[in-house]
T-cell receptor
Framework: AQKITQTQPGMFVQEKEAVTLDCTYD???????LFWYKQPSSGEMIFLIY??????QNATEGRYSLNFQKARKSANLVISASQLGDSAMYFC???????????FGKGTRLSVIA | NAGVTQTPKFQVLKTGQSMTLQCAQD?????MYWYRQDPGMGLRLIYY???????DKGEVPNGYNVSRLNKREFSLRLESAAPSQTSVYFC???????????FGPGTRLTVT
């Protein structure tokens, strides 16, 4: 069975600094996908970035990048040049091969300090 | 293009009452999902529909039923609400599991 672990319940970062949010996963399938979502205080879920297990390069989307270390089964989210608007809950999620739903971690609350 | 819509946004029920949460998407997505979000628990899957005409249980299906009415609509029914079902409910859809899920705005349900 799939499992996602986010070990940091809360993180603080200074504005304009970079921050890494940790995510480890467990699956026995060779084909899987990893996702990161942001949930601001307004409550909506916003998709940030996706990494496929066979992708050769780490995914990047603007200030977001995914540090994918397959052997360590980790998929950490890196946010560069943090902004006050980055303060939110961040969820890591994965799906394995086939038509299976996403499994979410418990989330990390990021607070950006001016 | 409204994306994923959910009604109602807020609801208060008494224990034992029933209600249906509605979800609709206008993106021609095949798969639809219902999650609940509780503090410190992340999102947990209640039921999902991989395609029109199919539904499957997720991690926490007890106390809920679903109907995939057509490709656009996927409803979640609480037959006899319990305080343990107080939560925020999210509907989501995707064209394929390889792609991101699009989420509705959520329904905040309180059962007293």
């Amino acid at each position: 069975a799939q499992k996602i672990t986010q070990t940091q319940p809360g993180m603080f970062v200074q504005e304009k600094e970079a921050v890494t949010l940790d995510c480890t996963y467990d699956t026995s399938d060779p084909s899987y996908g990893l996702f990161w979502y942001k949930q601001p205080s307004s409550g909506e879920m916003i998709f940030l970035i996706y990494q496929g297990s066979y992708d050769q390069q780490n995914a990047t989307e603007g200030r977001y990048s995914l540090n994918f270390q397959k052997a360590r089964k980790s998929a950490n989210l890196v946010i560069s040049a943090s902004q006050l608007g980055d303060s939110a809950m961040y969820f890591c999620a994965m799906r394995d091969q086939g038509n299976t739903p996403l499994v979410f971690g418990k989330g990390t609350r990021l607070s950006v300090i001016a | 293009n409204a994306g994923v819509t959910q009604t109602p946004k807020f609801q208060v029920l008494k224990t034992g009452q029933s209600m249906t949460l509605q979800c609709a998407q206008d993106m021609n997505h095949n798969s639809m999902y219902w999650y609940r979000q509780d503090p410190g628990m992340g999102l947990r899957l209640i039921y999902y529909s991989a395609s029109e005409g199919t539904t499957d249980k997720g991690e926490v299906p007890n106390g809920y039923n679903v109907s995939r009415l057509n490709k656009r609509e996927f409803s979640l029914r609480l037959e006899s609400a319990a305080p343990s079902q107080t939560s925020v409910y999210f509907c989501a859809s995707t064209t394929s599991p390889s792609y991101e899920q699009y989420f509705g705005p959520g329904t905040r349900l309180t059962v007293t």
